[in-house]
């Protein structure tokens, strides 16, 4: 099972320690905003399928703006940054992302199902893998982000924590559903 490890990297020495402590990626938020050029150092020096950038995105308020806007958020989404989501995942690609982790603060722990909004916006403005995470309640959830939301694959916590679904129920489901899985 390839496993990502991310929280508290810092720095180059950080994410090579991970790596050679056996994590296959590191995914980095914080530092990424705060230093980007530590994506462009990180994937040229370990590739870019090592380099997984998260973004945590909340939506900013604007009943007069028919065009939805999100904001990144740092520092375990304590901290807003003021980066437009959008404009950040393709600078982060730009500069080597391997692949955007996408959680949406207004849907995380919901169980109401993923951001589709985001997740699509986000997939459609870069050429690498989004991962959605956020607000998974059934399978039909897993379904709709996948398809509707064109994300590449979907994070879920609550739910296998829990004993609601298991991987293999929402494997089984995806598949019935003719959704690619592995």
């Not at 990180?42 to 900013?60: E, H, L, P, T, Y």
């Not at 956020?134 to 982000?145: N, R, T």
């Not at 398809?147 to 995806?174: C, I, M, N, P, R």
Request: glycine share 10%; net charge neutral.
């Amino acid at each position: 099972m390839p496993f990502t490890v991310g929280g508290g990297i810092r720095d180059i020495d950080d994410i090579r320690d991970l790596l050679n402590a056996g994590a296959d990626k590191v995914s980095i938020n914080t530092a990424a905003v705060k230093c980007p050029e530590l994506i462009a150092q990180a994937s040229s020096k370990f590739g870019s399928q090592c380099i997984v950038v998260a973004v945590d995105a909340k939506k900013i308020p604007n009943p007069k703006s028919k065009v939805q806007k999100w904001e990144v958020y740092i520092n375990g989404g304590r901290t807003p940054t003021g980066l437009d989501v959008l404009d950040w995942v393709k600078q982060a690609a730009d500069l080597g992302a391997g692949e955007i982790l996408l959680t949406s603060m207004d849907f995380d722990g919901t169980k109401d199902g993923y951001d589709l909004e985001l997740t699509k916006a986000v997939a459609e403005k870069v050429n690498i893998p989004v991962i959605a995470s956020g607000g998974a309640g059934k399978l039909e959830d897993f379904e709709k982000v996948l398809t509707q939301g064109k994300a590449d694959a979907a994070l879920a916590a609550s739910l296998f924590h829990y004993g609601e679904y298991s991987v293999a129920e929402v494997k089984t489901y995806l598949r019935q559903k003719k959704v690619r899985v592995r």
